[in-house]
Nanobody, 123 residues
Framework: QVQLVESGGGLVQAGGSLRLSCAASGRTFSPYAMGWFRQAPGKEREFVGTSWGGGFASYADSVKGRFTISRDNAKNTVYLQMNSLKPEDTAVYYC?????????????????WGQGTQVTVSS
């Protein structure tokens, strides 16, 4: 079994920055894609960004230019650097990973999920 453990959430003022981390542990696992989704109260879970294949990255339009994903394959860890945060970025952020290909922007592609970490941006 594979476990994903997130860290780095918290409360920040608008315009500030946070860095989320997600480490995969458990059985030997080489993720094809590791990414982030988020879910705000009363809304569906939405794609934020992902790192996949041999170093590709994809982002939701709402975060493009503000958020950056990086990945340390040796540590099976993915990071989400969030800059210029806005109140509408407030949500629970979930890390996700998959060992196979597919549409990396869809939640259904991912086999493993973290427990989520709260990000709150105050105005």
């Amino acid at each position: 079994q594979v476990q994903l453990v997130e860290s780095g959430g918290g409360l920040v003022q608008a315009g500030g920055s946070l860095r989320l981390s997600c480490a995969a542990s458990g059985r030997t696992f080489s993720p094809y894609a590791m990414g982030w989704f988020r879910q705000a109260p009363g809304k569906e879970r939405e794609f934020v960004g992902t790192s996949w294949g041999g170093g590709f990255a994809s982002y939701a339009d709402s975060v493009k230019g503000r958020f950056t994903i990086s990945r340390d394959n040796a540590k099976n860890t993915v990071y989400l650097q969030m800059n210029s945060l806005k109140p509408e970025d407030t949500a629970v952020y979930y890390c996700a990973a998959t060992g196979h290909g597919g549409s990396v922007r869809l939640a259904g592609t991912y086999d493993y999920w973290g427990q989520g970490t709260q990000v709150t941006v105050s105005s």
